[in-house]
Protein backbone atom coordinates (compact mmCIF):
# COMPACT_ATOMS: atom_id res chain seq x y z
CA UNK A 1 0.00 0.00 0.00
CA UNK A 2 1.62 3.63 -1.17
CA UNK A 3 0.91 5.89 1.61
CA UNK A 4 0.93 9.90 0.93
CA UNK A 5 1.48 12.92 3.24
CA UNK A 6 -2.38 13.50 3.45
CA UNK A 7 -3.05 9.70 4.73
CA UNK A 8 -0.92 10.45 7.58
CA UNK A 9 -2.35 13.58 8.47
CA UNK A 10 -3.83 13.03 12.40
CA UNK A 11 -7.52 14.57 13.46
CA UNK A 12 -7.34 17.48 15.56
CA UNK A 13 -10.53 18.20 17.69
CA UNK A 14 -9.93 22.51 16.59
CA UNK A 15 -7.70 25.20 17.59
CA UNK A 16 -5.12 24.71 20.23
CA UNK A 17 -6.34 28.41 22.36
CA UNK A 18 -4.78 27.36 26.16
CA UNK A 19 -1.44 27.93 27.14
CA UNK A 20 -0.28 24.31 28.29
CA UNK A 21 1.81 24.23 31.51
CA UNK A 22 5.13 23.16 29.35
CA UNK A 23 5.17 26.31 27.09
CA UNK A 24 7.99 27.79 28.98
CA UNK A 25 10.00 24.72 28.79
CA UNK A 26 9.56 24.39 25.15
CA UNK A 27 9.92 27.99 24.01
CA UNK A 28 13.66 27.59 22.83
CA UNK A 29 13.27 23.62 21.63
CA UNK A 30 13.99 23.61 18.29
CA UNK A 31 14.59 20.19 16.24
CA UNK A 32 17.87 18.60 17.27
CA UNK A 33 19.13 14.81 16.70
CA UNK A 34 17.65 13.90 20.09
CA UNK A 35 14.59 16.57 19.68
CA UNK A 36 11.74 16.81 17.45
CA UNK A 37 10.23 20.04 17.42
CA UNK A 38 6.46 20.26 17.25
CA UNK A 39 6.10 21.83 13.58
CA UNK A 40 8.34 19.41 12.37
CA UNK A 41 7.57 15.60 10.86
CA UNK A 42 9.16 12.16 10.81
CA UNK A 43 9.34 10.12 7.74
CA UNK A 44 7.17 7.63 6.96
CA UNK A 45 10.54 5.67 4.96
CA UNK A 46 14.46 6.00 5.88
CA UNK A 47 16.10 4.44 2.75
CA UNK A 48 17.76 6.53 -0.21
CA UNK A 49 16.07 4.01 -2.25
CA UNK A 50 12.78 4.46 -1.13
CA UNK A 51 12.43 8.45 -1.11
CA UNK A 52 14.13 8.83 -4.32
CA UNK A 53 11.13 6.98 -5.36
CA UNK A 54 8.70 9.65 -4.13
CA UNK A 55 10.52 11.84 -6.61
CA UNK A 56 9.18 14.47 -3.71
CA UNK A 57 10.30 17.25 -2.03
CA UNK A 58 11.19 16.57 1.52
CA UNK A 59 8.16 18.68 2.90
CA UNK A 60 5.68 16.41 0.63
CA UNK A 61 7.51 13.10 1.59
CA UNK A 62 4.95 10.79 3.66
CA UNK A 63 5.51 11.76 7.21
CA UNK A 64 4.28 11.53 10.66
CA UNK A 65 3.73 14.27 13.17
CA UNK A 66 5.88 14.11 15.58
CA UNK A 67 4.28 13.37 19.11
CA UNK A 68 4.90 15.25 22.35
CA UNK A 69 4.03 18.51 24.47
CA UNK A 70 2.93 21.43 22.65
CA UNK A 71 2.71 25.26 23.28
CA UNK A 72 -0.65 25.71 22.96
CA UNK A 73 -3.52 23.14 23.93
CA UNK A 74 -7.02 22.38 22.96
CA UNK A 75 -8.56 21.25 26.47
CA UNK A 76 -8.66 23.43 29.37
CA UNK A 77 -6.54 21.11 31.81
CA UNK A 78 -9.10 22.02 35.14
CA UNK A 79 -11.82 21.01 32.53
CA UNK A 80 -10.78 17.55 31.69
CA UNK A 81 -11.82 14.12 33.07
CA UNK A 82 -9.20 11.59 31.35
CA UNK A 83 -11.32 8.02 31.54
CA UNK A 84 -8.41 4.41 30.80
CA UNK A 85 -9.62 1.54 29.60
CA UNK A 86 -6.91 -1.52 28.82
CA UNK A 87 -8.32 -4.44 26.41
CA UNK A 88 -7.84 -7.59 24.95
CA UNK A 89 -4.59 -9.83 25.74
CA UNK A 90 -2.38 -9.24 28.34
CA UNK A 91 0.72 -7.33 27.91
CA UNK A 92 3.71 -6.83 30.30
CA UNK A 93 3.68 -2.81 30.90
CA UNK A 94 0.01 -2.21 30.80
CA UNK A 95 0.12 -1.47 34.42
CA UNK A 96 3.48 0.86 33.52
CA UNK A 97 1.46 2.72 30.79
CA UNK A 98 -1.56 3.51 33.17
CA UNK A 99 0.78 4.77 35.94
CA UNK A 100 2.52 7.18 33.35
CA UNK A 101 -0.91 8.48 31.99
CA UNK A 102 -2.33 9.06 35.76
CA UNK A 103 0.90 10.55 36.45
CA UNK A 104 1.42 13.25 34.04
CA UNK A 105 -2.30 13.82 33.41
CA UNK A 106 -2.04 14.60 37.35
CA UNK A 107 1.46 16.29 37.84
CA UNK A 108 2.26 18.27 34.55
CA UNK A 109 -1.49 19.13 33.56
CA UNK A 110 -3.19 19.17 36.74
CA UNK A 111 -6.22 17.18 35.71
CA UNK A 112 -8.32 16.63 38.80
CA UNK A 113 -10.19 13.07 37.43
CA UNK A 114 -8.82 10.09 36.22
CA UNK A 115 -11.64 7.37 35.72
CA UNK A 116 -10.40 3.70 35.16
CA UNK A 117 -12.97 1.83 33.29
CA UNK A 118 -12.79 -1.95 34.65
CA UNK A 119 -12.11 -5.30 32.98
CA UNK A 120 -11.97 -3.55 28.76
CA UNK A 121 -14.37 -2.35 27.07
CA UNK A 122 -17.11 -4.15 28.80
CA UNK A 123 -16.28 -1.41 31.58
CA UNK A 124 -18.22 0.96 29.01
CA UNK A 125 -21.10 -0.22 28.72
CA UNK A 126 -24.69 0.60 30.39
CA UNK A 127 -24.46 -1.91 32.93
CA UNK A 128 -20.74 -1.36 34.15
CA UNK A 129 -20.14 2.37 33.64
CA UNK A 130 -20.94 3.22 37.18
CA UNK A 131 -18.50 0.67 38.66
CA UNK A 132 -15.00 2.40 37.69
CA UNK A 133 -11.54 3.20 39.40
CA UNK A 134 -10.79 6.13 40.68
CA UNK A 135 -7.28 6.61 39.25
CA UNK A 136 -5.01 9.22 41.60
CA UNK A 137 -1.25 9.22 41.79
CA UNK A 138 -1.91 7.32 45.40
CA UNK A 139 -3.64 4.73 43.90
CA UNK A 140 -0.63 3.81 40.51
CA UNK A 141 2.46 4.64 42.73
CA UNK A 142 3.38 0.85 42.92
CA UNK A 143 1.18 -0.57 40.19
CA UNK A 144 3.95 -1.62 37.99
CA UNK A 145 5.74 -3.22 40.19
CA UNK A 146 3.09 -6.35 39.16
CA UNK A 147 2.16 -7.85 35.76
CA UNK A 148 -1.46 -7.46 34.25
CA UNK A 149 -3.64 -4.73 34.79
CA UNK A 150 -5.16 -3.13 37.57
CA UNK A 151 -8.24 -2.20 35.37
CA UNK A 152 -8.94 -5.91 33.85
CA UNK A 153 -9.29 -6.32 30.50
CA UNK A 154 -11.79 -8.66 28.31
CA UNK A 155 -12.47 -9.46 24.91
CA UNK A 156 -16.22 -9.47 23.33
CA UNK A 157 -18.29 -7.19 21.35
CA UNK A 158 -19.81 -3.84 22.32
CA UNK A 159 -21.94 -0.86 21.13
CA UNK A 160 -20.00 1.99 20.03
CA UNK A 161 -23.34 4.12 20.47
CA UNK A 162 -23.41 2.73 24.48
CA UNK A 163 -20.08 3.38 24.80
CA UNK A 164 -20.40 7.22 24.02
CA UNK A 165 -23.26 7.22 26.15
CA UNK A 166 -20.91 6.27 29.05
CA UNK A 167 -18.62 9.14 28.27
CA UNK A 168 -21.59 11.57 28.20
CA UNK A 169 -22.68 10.00 31.47
CA UNK A 170 -19.19 9.74 33.31
CA UNK A 171 -18.33 13.44 31.90
CA UNK A 172 -15.20 12.07 30.22
CA UNK A 173 -13.82 13.79 27.55
CA UNK A 174 -10.39 12.19 27.00
CA UNK A 175 -10.43 8.20 26.51
CA UNK A 176 -7.11 6.23 26.45
CA UNK A 177 -7.53 3.13 24.71
CA UNK A 178 -4.64 0.89 25.60
CA UNK A 179 -5.51 -2.40 22.76
CA UNK A 180 -4.11 -4.68 20.28
CA UNK A 181 -6.23 -4.27 17.25
CA UNK A 182 -9.53 -5.26 18.41
CA UNK A 183 -9.08 -2.42 20.75
CA UNK A 184 -7.93 0.19 17.90
CA UNK A 185 -10.86 -1.32 15.62
CA UNK A 186 -13.26 -0.72 18.68
CA UNK A 187 -11.81 2.75 19.28
CA UNK A 188 -11.99 4.01 15.89
CA UNK A 189 -15.40 3.13 15.74
CA UNK A 190 -16.10 4.92 19.13
CA UNK A 191 -14.06 8.18 17.44
CA UNK A 192 -16.62 8.14 14.61
CA UNK A 193 -19.44 7.81 16.64
CA UNK A 194 -18.14 10.48 18.80
CA UNK A 195 -17.55 12.59 15.94
CA UNK A 196 -21.04 11.66 14.05
CA UNK A 197 -22.38 13.35 17.32
CA UNK A 198 -20.39 16.73 16.97
CA UNK A 199 -18.94 15.68 20.21
CA UNK A 200 -15.73 17.49 22.17
CA UNK A 201 -14.18 14.09 22.87
CA UNK A 202 -10.50 13.37 22.46
CA UNK A 203 -9.78 9.20 21.96
CA UNK A 204 -6.12 8.25 22.24
CA UNK A 205 -4.89 4.78 21.40
CA UNK A 206 -1.42 3.39 22.90
CA UNK A 207 -1.60 0.36 20.80
CA UNK A 208 -0.35 -2.99 22.95
CA UNK A 209 0.40 -6.54 21.07
CA UNK A 210 2.41 -9.24 22.70
CA UNK A 211 2.66 -10.96 19.36
CA UNK A 212 4.37 -7.64 17.98
CA UNK A 213 2.13 -7.52 15.15
CA UNK A 214 0.36 -3.99 15.10
CA UNK A 215 2.32 -1.83 11.67
CA UNK A 216 3.93 1.48 12.36
CA UNK A 217 5.31 0.65 15.32
CA UNK A 218 8.61 -0.41 16.28
CA UNK A 219 8.60 -3.04 18.43
CA UNK A 220 5.10 -2.91 20.78
CA UNK A 221 6.20 -2.05 24.29
CA UNK A 222 6.37 -5.26 26.71
CA UNK A 223 7.33 -7.34 23.90
CA UNK A 224 11.06 -7.50 24.76
CA UNK A 225 10.10 -8.49 28.47
CA UNK A 226 7.63 -11.54 27.09
CA UNK A 227 10.34 -12.78 24.95
CA UNK A 228 12.70 -12.42 27.47
CA UNK A 229 10.60 -14.80 29.46
CA UNK A 230 10.37 -16.87 26.99
CA UNK A 231 13.78 -17.01 26.37
CA UNK A 232 13.96 -19.10 29.47
CA UNK A 233 11.75 -21.97 28.50
CA UNK A 234 13.65 -22.29 25.47
CA UNK A 235 16.95 -22.92 27.61
CA UNK A 236 14.96 -25.41 29.94
CA UNK A 237 13.87 -27.31 26.68
CA UNK A 238 17.52 -27.22 25.62
CA UNK A 239 18.80 -28.60 28.68
CA UNK A 240 16.34 -31.46 29.22
CA UNK A 241 16.94 -32.55 25.59
CA UNK A 242 20.80 -32.55 25.57
CA UNK A 243 20.39 -34.47 28.30
CA UNK A 244 17.93 -37.00 27.14
CA UNK A 245 19.32 -39.73 24.66
CA UNK A 246 17.49 -39.12 21.13
CA UNK A 247 16.43 -35.52 23.07
CA UNK A 248 13.64 -33.33 21.97
CA UNK A 249 13.12 -29.99 23.03
CA UNK A 250 9.80 -28.60 21.54
CA UNK A 251 8.99 -24.76 22.81
CA UNK A 252 5.54 -23.62 21.48
CA UNK A 253 5.03 -19.81 21.67
CA UNK A 254 2.34 -17.30 21.33
CA UNK A 255 1.96 -15.94 18.27
CA UNK A 256 -1.19 -16.55 16.19
CA UNK A 257 -0.50 -14.98 13.10
CA UNK A 258 2.98 -13.64 13.37
CA UNK A 259 5.92 -15.05 14.41
CA UNK A 260 8.27 -12.17 16.19
CA UNK A 261 7.91 -13.90 19.84
CA UNK A 262 9.34 -17.49 18.08
CA UNK A 263 12.14 -15.27 16.06
CA UNK A 264 13.29 -13.14 18.75
CA UNK A 265 13.60 -15.24 21.94
CA UNK A 266 14.94 -18.06 19.76
CA UNK A 267 17.61 -15.51 18.85
CA UNK A 268 18.37 -14.49 22.21
CA UNK A 269 19.23 -18.16 23.13
CA UNK A 270 20.63 -19.18 19.73
CA UNK A 271 19.81 -22.77 21.02
CA UNK A 272 16.99 -23.59 18.55
CA UNK A 273 17.87 -25.72 15.61
CA UNK A 274 14.63 -25.50 13.84
CA UNK A 275 12.00 -22.20 14.55
CA UNK A 276 8.46 -22.58 12.89
CA UNK A 277 6.43 -19.59 12.29
CA UNK A 278 2.76 -19.27 10.77
CA UNK A 279 4.28 -16.80 7.87
CA UNK A 280 6.74 -19.86 6.32
CA UNK A 281 4.39 -22.67 5.63
CA UNK A 282 6.64 -26.42 6.23
CA UNK A 283 6.15 -29.87 5.19
CA UNK A 284 6.07 -32.40 7.71
CA UNK A 285 6.59 -35.80 5.05
CA UNK A 286 9.20 -35.97 2.79
CA UNK A 287 13.29 -35.65 2.59
CA UNK A 288 13.00 -31.54 2.95
CA UNK A 289 10.31 -32.34 5.47
CA UNK A 290 10.42 -31.19 8.89
CA UNK A 291 10.21 -35.20 10.10
CA UNK A 292 13.27 -35.80 8.40
CA UNK A 293 15.12 -33.30 9.62
CA UNK A 294 14.72 -33.90 12.87
CA UNK A 295 15.86 -37.15 12.45
CA UNK A 296 19.21 -35.75 10.89
CA UNK A 297 19.43 -33.37 13.64
CA UNK A 298 19.00 -36.25 16.48
CA UNK A 299 21.23 -38.59 14.36
CA UNK A 300 24.08 -35.80 14.28
CA UNK A 301 24.08 -33.51 17.79
CA UNK A 302 22.27 -36.74 19.55
CA UNK A 303 19.10 -33.93 20.19
CA UNK A 304 17.37 -31.49 18.52
CA UNK A 305 15.57 -27.94 19.60
CA UNK A 306 11.65 -26.55 18.26
CA UNK A 307 10.49 -23.58 18.73
CA UNK A 308 7.22 -23.22 17.16
CA UNK A 309 4.58 -20.29 17.19
CA UNK A 310 0.82 -21.19 17.78
CA UNK A 311 0.06 -19.91 14.75
CA UNK A 312 2.10 -22.01 12.53
CA UNK A 313 1.47 -25.17 10.29
CA UNK A 314 -2.63 -24.97 10.63
CA UNK A 315 -2.94 -26.03 7.51
CA UNK A 316 -1.26 -29.03 8.44
CA UNK A 317 -4.07 -29.58 11.58
CA UNK A 318 -6.54 -28.19 8.67
CA UNK A 319 -5.61 -31.59 6.26
CA UNK A 320 -5.74 -33.82 9.48
CA UNK A 321 -9.27 -32.86 10.47
CA UNK A 322 -7.86 -31.32 13.90
CA UNK A 323 -8.72 -27.54 13.03
CA UNK A 324 -12.55 -26.42 13.72
CA UNK A 325 -12.38 -24.11 10.24
CA UNK A 326 -13.70 -20.83 11.39
CA UNK A 327 -13.99 -20.83 14.78
CA UNK A 328 -13.44 -17.81 16.47
CA UNK A 329 -13.36 -16.03 20.16
CA UNK A 330 -15.91 -13.94 21.61
CA UNK A 331 -13.39 -10.89 20.04
CA UNK A 332 -13.70 -12.30 16.57
CA UNK A 333 -10.18 -13.93 16.75
CA UNK A 334 -9.26 -16.73 15.28
CA UNK A 335 -9.05 -20.05 17.33
CA UNK A 336 -5.72 -22.19 16.81
CA UNK A 337 -5.22 -25.80 16.63
CA UNK A 338 -2.61 -27.31 18.50
CA UNK A 339 0.49 -27.60 16.36
CA UNK A 340 2.78 -28.79 19.30
CA UNK A 341 0.70 -31.53 20.51
CA UNK A 342 0.86 -32.55 16.47
CA UNK A 343 4.75 -32.00 16.45
CA UNK A 344 4.86 -34.30 19.75
CA UNK A 345 2.71 -36.86 18.43
CA UNK A 346 4.09 -36.93 14.30
CA UNK A 347 7.77 -36.71 15.63
CA UNK A 348 7.36 -39.57 18.23
CA UNK A 349 6.45 -41.79 15.63
CA UNK A 350 8.28 -41.05 13.12
CA UNK A 351 11.57 -41.42 15.22
CA UNK A 352 10.40 -44.36 16.72
CA UNK A 353 9.58 -46.14 13.24
CA UNK A 354 13.21 -45.33 11.94
CA UNK A 355 14.48 -47.22 15.19
CA UNK A 356 15.22 -44.63 17.47
CA UNK A 357 13.91 -43.82 21.22
CA UNK A 358 13.29 -40.92 21.67
CA UNK A 359 12.47 -38.83 24.74
CA UNK A 360 10.24 -35.72 23.86
CA UNK A 361 10.57 -32.31 26.22
CA UNK A 362 7.37 -30.07 25.33
CA UNK A 363 6.86 -26.97 27.29
CA UNK A 364 3.86 -24.81 26.21
CA UNK A 365 4.50 -21.54 28.49
CA UNK A 366 1.08 -19.96 27.26
CA UNK A 367 0.32 -17.33 29.52
CA UNK A 368 3.76 -17.67 31.61
CA UNK A 369 5.54 -15.18 28.98
CA UNK A 370 2.67 -12.30 28.81
CA UNK A 371 2.19 -11.94 32.94
CA UNK A 372 5.16 -10.39 33.54
CA UNK A 373 6.07 -6.96 34.89
CA UNK A 374 7.95 -5.33 32.14
CA UNK A 375 11.55 -5.21 32.41
CA UNK A 376 13.25 -1.98 32.48
CA UNK A 377 13.55 -1.02 29.35
CA UNK A 378 9.90 -1.93 28.60
CA UNK A 379 9.23 0.50 31.63
CA UNK A 380 10.82 2.93 30.16
CA UNK A 381 9.41 2.59 26.93
CA UNK A 382 5.70 2.47 28.29
CA UNK A 383 6.21 5.65 31.14
CA UNK A 384 7.45 7.78 27.49
CA UNK A 385 4.38 6.57 25.41
CA UNK A 386 1.61 7.63 28.44
CA UNK A 387 3.50 10.96 28.34
CA UNK A 388 3.11 11.30 24.49
CA UNK A 389 -0.33 9.65 24.53
CA UNK A 390 -1.14 12.42 27.57
CA UNK A 391 0.18 15.35 25.19
CA UNK A 392 -1.68 14.12 22.35
CA UNK A 393 -4.32 14.24 24.16
CA UNK A 394 -3.74 17.88 25.87
CA UNK A 395 -3.64 19.37 22.41
CA UNK A 396 -6.89 17.91 20.92
CA UNK A 397 -5.56 14.88 19.00
CA UNK A 398 -8.07 12.41 18.52
CA UNK A 399 -8.57 9.22 16.21
CA UNK A 400 -5.27 9.13 16.50
CA UNK A 401 -2.51 6.12 17.95
CA UNK A 402 1.05 7.18 19.85
CA UNK A 403 3.88 5.05 18.79
CA UNK A 404 7.42 4.97 18.55
CA UNK A 405 8.84 4.90 14.80
CA UNK A 406 12.22 4.31 13.99
CA UNK A 407 13.05 5.75 17.31
CA UNK A 408 10.63 8.63 17.74
CA UNK A 409 7.87 9.42 19.45
CA UNK A 410 4.94 9.63 16.72
CA UNK A 411 1.40 10.44 16.27
CA UNK A 412 -0.70 7.49 13.65
CA UNK A 413 -4.14 8.13 12.65
CA UNK A 414 -6.14 5.00 14.10
CA UNK A 415 -7.30 3.55 11.03
CA UNK A 416 -3.58 2.91 9.97
CA UNK A 417 -2.58 0.70 12.67
CA UNK A 418 -5.50 -1.52 11.69
CA UNK A 419 -5.24 -1.19 8.56
CA UNK A 420 -3.07 -4.86 8.02
CA UNK A 421 -1.03 -6.94 10.24
CA UNK A 422 2.60 -6.87 10.85
CA UNK A 423 4.56 -10.07 9.75
CA UNK A 424 8.21 -11.49 9.84
CA UNK A 425 8.71 -11.08 6.12
CA UNK A 426 10.44 -14.11 4.83
CA UNK A 427 12.50 -12.34 2.18
CA UNK A 428 13.14 -9.84 5.03
CA UNK A 429 16.33 -9.77 7.24
CA UNK A 430 14.59 -11.07 10.66
CA UNK A 431 14.07 -14.22 9.18
CA UNK A 432 17.61 -14.10 7.43
CA UNK A 433 19.23 -13.84 10.96
CA UNK A 434 16.81 -17.04 12.35
CA UNK A 435 18.39 -18.96 9.44
CA UNK A 436 21.56 -18.09 10.09
CA UNK A 437 21.37 -18.67 13.65
CA UNK A 438 19.77 -22.28 13.40
CA UNK A 439 22.36 -23.07 10.52
CA UNK A 440 19.72 -22.78 7.49
CA UNK A 441 21.29 -19.97 5.77
CA UNK A 442 23.22 -20.60 2.10
CA UNK A 443 21.30 -24.17 2.23
CA UNK A 444 18.01 -24.68 0.05
CA UNK A 445 15.41 -23.44 2.60
CA UNK A 446 14.11 -26.40 3.69
CA UNK A 447 11.38 -26.14 5.76
CA UNK A 448 10.00 -23.43 2.86
CA UNK A 449 6.63 -25.41 0.83
CA UNK A 450 6.43 -23.92 -2.61
CA UNK A 451 2.41 -23.27 -2.69
N1 LIG B 1 -13.33 -5.45 14.44
C1 LIG B 1 -13.70 -4.92 15.60
N2 LIG B 1 -14.52 -3.87 15.65
C2 LIG B 1 -14.91 -3.33 16.81
N3 LIG B 1 -14.51 -3.76 18.02
C3 LIG B 1 -13.69 -4.80 18.05
C4 LIG B 1 -13.23 -5.44 16.86
N4 LIG B 1 -12.40 -6.45 17.20
C5 LIG B 1 -12.36 -6.45 18.54
N5 LIG B 1 -13.12 -5.48 19.06
C6 LIG B 1 -13.30 -5.20 20.48
O1 LIG B 1 -12.10 -4.73 21.06
C7 LIG B 1 -11.86 -5.36 22.31
C8 LIG B 1 -10.51 -5.97 22.34
O2 LIG B 1 -10.34 -6.82 21.23
P1 LIG B 1 -9.50 -8.15 21.29
O3 LIG B 1 -9.36 -8.68 19.91
O4 LIG B 1 -10.08 -9.06 22.32
O5 LIG B 1 -8.09 -7.71 21.88
P2 LIG B 1 -6.94 -6.78 21.35
O6 LIG B 1 -7.36 -5.37 21.60
O7 LIG B 1 -5.80 -7.18 22.18
O8 LIG B 1 -6.76 -7.09 19.89
C9 LIG B 1 -12.96 -6.35 22.53
O9 LIG B 1 -13.88 -5.83 23.46
C10 LIG B 1 -13.60 -6.49 21.17
O10 LIG B 1 -14.98 -6.72 21.18
O1 LIG C 1 -6.23 -16.72 25.49
P1 LIG C 1 -6.40 -15.33 25.01
O2 LIG C 1 -6.58 -14.31 26.08
O3 LIG C 1 -7.43 -15.24 23.95
O4 LIG C 1 -5.03 -14.86 24.33
C1 LIG C 1 -4.26 -15.66 23.54
C2 LIG C 1 -3.82 -15.00 22.30
O5 LIG C 1 -3.63 -13.62 22.32
C3 LIG C 1 -2.42 -13.30 21.68
O6 LIG C 1 -1.49 -13.06 22.69
C4 LIG C 1 -2.53 -12.10 20.79
O7 LIG C 1 -3.01 -10.99 21.50
P2 LIG C 1 -2.39 -9.51 21.39
O8 LIG C 1 -1.56 -9.44 20.13
O9 LIG C 1 -3.58 -8.64 21.33
O10 LIG C 1 -1.57 -9.25 22.61
C5 LIG C 1 -2.02 -14.54 20.91
O11 LIG C 1 -0.67 -14.72 20.68
C6 LIG C 1 -2.59 -15.61 21.78
O12 LIG C 1 -2.92 -16.74 21.11
MG1 LIG D 1 -5.71 -8.67 18.94
Keep these: MTLHLDDLRVRHLGECRHDSPLSAMLAAKRTSPHYVAEGDR ?43 VTCGGLCPGLNDVIRGLVQELTVQYDVKRIVGFRNGLRGLTARHRDDTIELTPDRV ?3 HNAGGTILGSSRGAQDAEEMVDSLLLRGINVLFVIGGDGGMNAATNLAAAIRARGLDIAVIGVPKTIDNDLPYTDQSFGFQSAFAQAANFISSVSIEAAASPDGIGIVKLMGRHSGFIACYASLARNAADIVLIPEVPFALEGEDGLLARVERHVRSKGFVVIVVAEGAGQD ?12 TDASGNAKLGDIGGLLRETITAHLTAAGLAPTVRYIDPSYAIRSVTANAYDSVYCLRLAHAAVHAAMAGRTETAVVRWRRRFVHVPMPLIISHRNQVDPDGDLWMSVLEATGHLGQQQPLLVER
Design 42 to 84: VLLEDTVSMLAEHGLPPEDLPSFEAAGPRRKIYFDPAQVTAGI
Design 141 to 143: RDI
Design 316 to 327: LLAERGLLEGGA
